[in-house]
């Protein structure tokens, strides 16, 4: 198994590509976290997990908020000892044009993808130095590498992010401790589903795959952040994006 007895918190875990890391983590042997505002979503999941002898707990956590960020991570160690891998998955998106775009969107994106972000990883990374050990992997976007039509707000977040993630791996090399990020493309979750089927075909067609990405394909990247199989890969963006601009 190839996270076999580590501790890995994956944010957004209760639904879409964060469950489906949750569910590939633990058929790894991974303890996992799964982190979300959904407290309905996220118990009514672990109980499935738990069903199929996966060893998967829900905490609620609002990413948003350092206090409650801070009381998550210390649950978090106080019922599995420690943290190996942080998977800052968590998003959301509130899409419009800019000459449209309501300011309290702007910054309610912003909040969840980039300070959430920021959140987590400074409650966590502790964690990690004391160890000496650790993987970080941060959720950005083929929105955030390219830009989008109607997502100022979230395309910027997903920018920064690459950011941090590489000022993070220069700062957190040395503590043996890997950062790297994933760019999903197009993927079949709830982000995605409430977009009309005319731009969801529209967005197929500019895919060489000609198909949406399925959770999974995301989680078996996340994955392979998460293992030893990644040891020397560090600061990078991986694209999983089926081939949208190559
Ligand atoms: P989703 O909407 O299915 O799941 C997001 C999860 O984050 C939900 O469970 C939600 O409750 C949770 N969440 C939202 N705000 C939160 C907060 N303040 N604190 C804690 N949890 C919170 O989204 P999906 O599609 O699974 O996206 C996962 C990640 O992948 C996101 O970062 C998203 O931006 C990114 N992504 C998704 C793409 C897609 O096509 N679905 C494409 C590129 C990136």
Redesign the pocket.
Known sequence: MRLSGKVAII?????????AACERFAEEGAKVIM????EV?GKKEEAFFKSKGLDVTFLQ????NLKNVTAFVTKTVELMGGIDILVN?????RDSTLVKMDPADFQRVLD??LT?VFNCTKVAIPYMIEKNAGKIIN?????GIYGNFGQTN?AAS?AAVVGMTKSWAKEFGRKGINVNAV?????R????EKMPEKVVDQMKSSIALQRL?D?RD?ANAYLFLASDESNYVHGHVLHVDGGIIM
């Open positions: 944010t957004g875990g209760a639904n879409g590509i964060g469950l982190g979300d505002f959904d979503t956590v609002d990413v948003t998955n968590a998003g959301i998106t969840v993808n959430g959720t950005s976007s083929v929105s979230y997903k760019a999903p493309g197009f993927t979750t709830a982000m995605v990405g959770p995301i």
